[in-house]
């Protein structure tokens, strides 16, 4: 069974900071990963979709990176604002198929203040 | 912009009585998933349909839970009767389309049973 696990589960960091969030699942065999974000309250919000066989994505000030074999992303945000501050969730996609379930993390709570 | 759409967004219900979820996919799409999330977790699973089609629906409570999508379009998902356990918040996404591998959320439904 697929198992996704996200460290921290939450961080606090100073306005303009630099930090990376850590996700790892124990299959390797994925279709994706996807990068959600989520505001208190609120559905999800997709910020990157990574396929099996690129190791990265970037948007903006965002870059999220796939190492399948070792069974890890990361989601490196840079120089952030208060803004940013949400719960972000990583998900991986098994199967062969594009329409497969997403098997989600626990999520990383991410604190910016000013 | 396409958005999912759910009703309502708050419910509040108690415990042994009904209660039911409304949502409208993007349209087009033909996959349509329902997801539960406790408080402080990833979102998981509970049912998934291809068209008017259920093609996962291993993690649904089915003495209580039950889901339909009579047209392939919008779709309903009730539970009968409320457990105080049930309390979360239930999330709608569809995908399809050109790639169809993303998912999309709706902004959810946040049951509280007393």
């Known amino acids: 069974k697929q198992e996704v696990t996200q460290i921290p589960a939450a961080l606090s960091v100073p306005e303009g900071e630099n930090l990376v969030l850590n996700c790892s699942f124990t299959?390797?065999?994925?279709?994706?990963l996807q990068w959600f974000r989520q505001d208190p309250g609120k559905g999800l919000t997709s910020l990157l979709l990574?396929?099996?066989?690129?190791r990265e994505q970037t948007s903006g000030r965002l870059n999220a990176s796939l190492d399948k074999s070792s069974g890890r992303s990361t989601l490196y945000i840079a120089a952030s604002q208060p803004g940013d501050s949400a719960t972000y969730l990583c998900?991986?996609?098994?199967?062969?198929?594009?329409?497969?379930?997403?098997?989600f993390g626990q999520g990383t709570i991410l604190t910016v203040h000013p | 912009e396409a958005e999912v759409a759910q009703s309502p967004r708050y419910k509040i219900t108690e415990k042994s009585q009904a209660v039911a979820f409304w949502c409208d996919p993007i349209?087009?799409?033909?996959?349509l998933y329902w997801y539960r999330q406790i408080l402080g977790q990833g979102p998981e699973l509970l049912v998934q349909?291809?068209?008017?089609?259920?093609?996962?629906d291993s993690q649904l409570p089915k003495d209580r839970f039950s889901a339909e999508r009579l047209k392939g379009v919008d779709s309903t998902l009730k539970i009968q009767p409320a457990e105080l356990g049930d309390s979360a918040m239930y999330l709608c996404?569809?995908?399809?389309?050109?790639?169809?591998?993303?998912?999309?959320f709706g902004p959810g439904t946040r049951l509280t049973v007393t």
């Open positions: 996404a569809s995908s399809g389309g050109v790639l169809g591998y993303e998912q999309y």
């Open positions: 299959d390797s065999a994925i279709y994706n």
């Open positions: 990574i396929q099996s066989s690129q």
């Open positions: 998900a991986v996609r098994v199967g062969g198929t594009s329409y497969g379930k997403l098997t």
């Open positions: 349209s087009g799409h033909a996959t």
């Open positions: 349909f291809q068209d008017e089609s259920v093609v996962d």
